[in-house]
């Protein structure tokens, strides 16, 4: 009993994994947005790879706001919460949903979407060929926690998602790394203004976009790089840049096929 337990789950994650190496698109972050992106690219038949640092999926959406398990959306996303079968309540002409019925439907929409969730995986780095990012650099993240000196594993993608939250982590490290220039006014990293409600909501739909060949951005990274404001537990424009990310990724993706 003892052996076939452990090498059901050796074998079968190892399988997930290499089935991975090789992936249309790799999805850096599970909070709303790039969960959302992921479940629509792995609708539209793409092999979808997404890394989450963290060992539970769902980014800042868990905790609500200031950890009272709420969040509202406009009335615009009442088809979208209908459809992933998310309870609501009407208040203040908003639709306010248990935040932790929301990221448990979020997370269990992509996976059963068919994405491959990697939990505990940090992606530390982006692989560049020819101008283009064409992959991720990864690792175990107690290895990248700990400091040790272990070398990470390299996942190839034709795309590439930043939805790694305010600290747009993959963005940040390809401005540091490479003498590159962004399509943001000032060619670089824009940095995060203060809070705005529609105004966040909005631009962060906008700026929602593929900010260098291969490498698109969405959710809070996306107003990070653009220098956008903060919106606060409004959650819509989450699920919307999601949804526009997905788009846009496929879209490339099927330029690159023509
Ligand atoms: C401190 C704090 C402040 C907040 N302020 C705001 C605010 O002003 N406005 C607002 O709308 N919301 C705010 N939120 C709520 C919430 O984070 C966001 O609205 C929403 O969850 C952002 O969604 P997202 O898709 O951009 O990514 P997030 O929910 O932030 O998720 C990003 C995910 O990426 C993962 N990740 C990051 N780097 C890596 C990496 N290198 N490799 C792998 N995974 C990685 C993280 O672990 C996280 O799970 C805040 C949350 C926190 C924790």
């Known amino acids: 009993m003892e052996d076939r337990v452990t090498r059901s789950i050796v074998e079968s994650y190892t399988q997930k994994l290499s089935h991975h190496l090789a992936s249309d698109a790799v999805i850096v972050g599970a909070g709303p947005s790039g969960l959302v992106a992921a479940s629509l690219l792995a609708r539209r038949g793409r092999k979808v790879a997404l890394f989450e640092r963290s060992l539970a999926p769902g980014g800042g959406m868990w905790g609500g706001g200031m950890l009272m398990s709420r969040i509202p959306f406009q009335a615009e996303l009442l088809p979208f919460l209908e459809e992933i079968g998310v309870r609501h309540t009407l208040k203040e002409g908003l639709l306010v ?3 932790i019925e929301m990221t448990a439907a979020l997370i269990q929409r992509a996976t059963h979407d068919g994405t491959a969730l990697f939990t505990c995986q940090s992606v530390e780095d982006l692989h560049l060929r020819r101008g283009r990012v064409a992959g ?15 070398d990470p594993l390299v996942v190839s993608a034709r795309v590439v998602l930043d939805s790694t939250g305010h600290p747009a982590d993959l963005v940040k490290t390809l401005v540091r790394k490479n003498n590159i220039t962004l399509s943001t006014p000032s060619g670089g990293v824009e940095g995060e203004r203060s809070l705005e409600m529609e105004e966040g909501e909005r631009a962060v739909v906008e ?3 593929e900010v260098f060949p291969g490498l698109f951005v969405s959710g809070m990274a996306a107003n990070a790089v653009f220098g956008f404001a903060r919106m606060g537990p409004i959650f819509g424009g989450m ?3 999601g949804i526009k990310a997905a788009e846009l990724m496929d879209a490339s993706l099927a330029k690159g096929e023509a």
């Open 239 to 241: 699920l919307l840049s």
């Open 207 to 209: 700026a929602t976009k």
């Open 136 to 150: 991720v650099v990864v690792n175990w993240s107690p290895v990248v926690k700990a400091g040790l000196p272990v």
């Open 97 to 99: 949903v248990d935040s």
